[in-house]
């Protein structure tokens, strides 16, 4: 390990960090993990594309609190874009999200490569979860939840972490991991964290930052309009609400779904009673930037 040790303290050295140490190696990072739980500590891991705020700062905050050793990983991950020129735009800003984290995170792995994750060839495992990987984002983003599982798993395995974190602002990928650590036998126990708002309740995302002030403040109708859902559910039925919610964003945004859903299998509800609680979930644009966000009843 003094090898590891060395590599890392002096990449961290480099790039002016301070706090934590940098890992570009998976095998470097699989011999660490092991280290750690020889030593019975646990290990929070919070894998993340990078463009780092205050939304991934709470699930390192939160592994932080629970865990005696903390890894955050960057990588933006190829099989998980439907479009190449996604791949390329996606921002790369590591030496900004590097000083964000450094304080409050123990390891920060960065791939040096793709095929350092994916081998000389990328072939992707089809996992089986039940049709949830096609409702919602799955309709729009065909493929992406496929791909995100294949990195997921290959990090958790990498990693063997006691906690992994996710935010809830991607609530069917959170419902989607659960069910990965299940198909492939792994004890990480996945951990759900509430979504951080900006002060008007548009939900922090690195795309935020793509949309002009005056966009920022009228995407806060999103947010308003999953609140009125919310609040008049008992008094109206579910299409009279979609069709009420929906009215007050069109016209601001380009509304591609606002759907109420089984929470659980994020199947279609027809009343408020049939279901094992309520999901509600949008995806627009506004500014030509997609933005998601639910909440739940």
Partial sequence: MSELSIFSVSLAHSTGLTHMELIQKS??????????????????????????????????????????????????????FNEQSDLEKYP??????????????????V???????????????????????????GEFRPRHFQGMANVVSILLNIVTADKAYFGLKDYQQFKIVERLTKLIQLDTKIVGCPIIREANGLARSSRNELLSEAAREAAAVIFY?????????????????QEKAKGMIEGIMDVEYLEIRDAETLKEITSWTENNGVFISFAGTIDGVRLIDNIRI
């Fill in 27 to 80: 095998k470097d990072l699989n011999s660490l993990a092991k280290q750690i739980k020889s030593e019975r500590k646990t290990i929070g891991f919070v894998p993340t594309m990078g463009a780092l705020h205050s939304g991934h700062l709470s699930l390192i905050q939160r592994a932080r609190k629970e865990c005696d050793i903390v890894i955050c990983s960057i990588f933006v991950n190829p099989t998980q």
């Fill in 92 to 109: 790369r800003t590591l030496e900004a999200d590097s000083k964000l984290i450094e304080s409050i995170c123990d390891y920060l792995f």
């Fill in 111 to 137: 791939p040096q490569s793709v095929e350092d994750i994916y081998g000389k060839e990328i072939t992707l495992k089809e996992f089986d979860f039940d049709g949830l990987e096609n409702e919602l984002e």
């Fill in 225 to 241: 309009s999953l609140n009125y859902i919310k609040e008049f559910h008992p008094f109206l039925s579910i299409p009279e609400l």
